[in-house]
């Protein structure tokens, strides 16, 4: 029995018949069985297999590819935005960064409540921020109040925060109302004439805003409450896409 | 796949349709691809694994379901898919009875029962059963009955049983002659050592 004859009876038992007829036929015999068959054996354990978990879903190689490099990429713009924001950050809190740098993340920052340094707060003088078109917002105002709070009359930033601190100063008595009266009509604190041109000249290019920035800070939170509404709606926005996906992602 | 032969195949066009319907949950289709394996896979199992045949078949079939999805490739190939789940369902199986030898490789225990080399030629000249030739290709040496099985049984060719085997396809095909030449001795040689195994050894052999 040479090894073609072996091949021919290993793929096809019944073309070695003539040669080899008992070893053809004992391989016929196991590899062959009638085709009416009924059920085979375990065919209905496999079929309550497959109707009770059906197919697995298809591959999702691309898919997941895609959603791992998505995430990746979402990464590691993340970790850079960290790096460099916070290296910014860091800038701007010790007041390294050049002037319009200094002054734009310091305006930034105002706005989402972080007090950063600028250079118009470094000459002490809370109203020259308003120069500062980055810090018409509330950024000016607490810093106008944190600045009046805080010098406290040694060297005021404007004239309320001069009255306050005489008012405080003073001593209680009969004198103390006339005391602080003066100092309301007095000039200390009081923007020169040559400075006064910055907030009026703000006040023109700005307009009405400025003008109620500038002149009184109570109505200013409003202000800036209407103005960022939308903003105040879109960072809504992912709590309310998020209870819209809840759905999605039950289903 | 040889033409002379009555194994319930699903040819060409009609596996595909078969293998699409199964994935998008025909049970005619799935009970297609199951009819066209499960007899011979029983047959391997039985010969390899003895009373946990059918065991180790359902574990591969479950397995088959839920990768059914993933599977590409034409009828060959799914078959050798099944084939190779079912060898490694049956390799932890045995693992699992690693106290308990298999079965179908004892064949001096086989001999020692009946050694009738007469029962043999009988059975020969008699138009031998499926199940004796089962048996008697299960008294082999392991690697040359699990050769010839999937080459005769499984209607592999050298490559996929190679595969399946993780050996050379050199080695599947030495294996594989030399099996058929024992098995030639086997069933030509009365004075041999031709023996035959009993049914209750093999309980799930020809049952299909």
């Given at each position: 029995m040479d090894d073609e004859m072996i091949e021919r009876l290993l793929a096809s038992p019944a073309t070695a018949a003539e040669e080899a007829p008992e070893l053809a036929m004992l391989l016929a015999a196991a590899s062959t069985y009638p085709t009416d068959l009924g059920p085979v054996a375990g065919q209905e354990a496999a079929l309550a297999a497959f109707r009770a978990g059906?197919?697995?879903?298809?591959?999702r190689r691309k898919r997941m590819l895609g959603k791992a490099l998505a995430a990746k990429t979402l990464a590691m713009l993340g970790a850079g935005t960290l790096v460099l924001g916070g290296g910014v950050a860091a800038a701007a809190a010790a007041d390294t960064l050049p002037v319009p740098a200094q002054n734009a993340i310091s305006g930034a920052a105002s706005h989402v409540g972080l007090d950063f340094p600028s250079h118009a707060q470094g000459n002490h003088h809370g109203w020259q921020n308003s120069n500062n078109p980055h810090h018409q917002g509330n950024g000016n105002d607490n810093q106008g109040t944190d600045n009046g709070n805080k010098d406290n009359g040694n060297q005021p930033d404007n004239h309320g925060a001069y009255v306050s601190g005489v008012a405080r100063s003073a001593s209680p008595g009969p004198g103390h109302g006339k005391t602080v009266s003066d100092a309301a009509h007095s000039q200390d604190g009081k923007p020169t004439p040559a400075q006064s041109h910055g907030p009026d000249a703000n006040a023109t290019d700005h307009g009405a805003t400025n003008q109620s920035q500038a002149g009184d800070g109570a109505p200013e939170p409003q202000e800036n409450e209407t103005s960022e509404a939308p903003e105040t709606d879109t960072s809504g926005a992912p709590s309310g896409l998020g209870s819209g996906h809840a759905p999605g992602s039950h289903g | 796949m040889s033409a002379d032969d009555e194994r319930v195949t699903t040819q060409g066009e009609e596996f595909a349709r078969a293998l699409d319907a199964a994935r998008d949950g025909s049970e005619w289709g799935f009970v297609e691809l199951f009819r066209s394996v499960q007899p011979a896979l029983l047959r391997y199992l039985g010969a390899l694994a003895g009373p946990l045949a059918e065991d180790v078949a359902a574990e591969t079939w479950l397995r088959v379901v839920h990768d059914l999805a993933r599977f590409e490739g034409d009828e060959d190939g799914f078959r050798a898919w099944v084939f190779t789940i079912a060898r490694h369902r049956w390799l932890d199986a045995r693992r699992a009875a690693a106290r308990r030898p298999p079965e179908v490789y004892d064949g001096g225990e086989a001999l020692a029962e009946i050694p009738s080399s007469e029962v043999v030629a009988d059975a020969v000249e008699e138009a031998m059963s499926t199940e004796a030739a089962l048996q008697l290709i299960a008294t082999l040496p392991p690697d040359q009955a699990e050769a010839v099985l999937l080459r005769?049984?499984?209607?592999?060719d050298v490559d996929r049983v190679a595969a399946i085997m993780g050996k050379r396809p050199g080695h599947v095909r030495v294996l594989s002659h030399r099996g058929l030449k024992r098995l030639a001795v086997l069933v030509q040689d009365?004075?041999?050592?031709g023996h035959v195994v009993t049914q209750r050894n093999h309980p799930t052999v020809g049952r299909v």
């Open positions: 059906g197919v697995a879903a298809p591959p | 005769v049984v499984g209607g592999l009365p004075a041999g050592s």
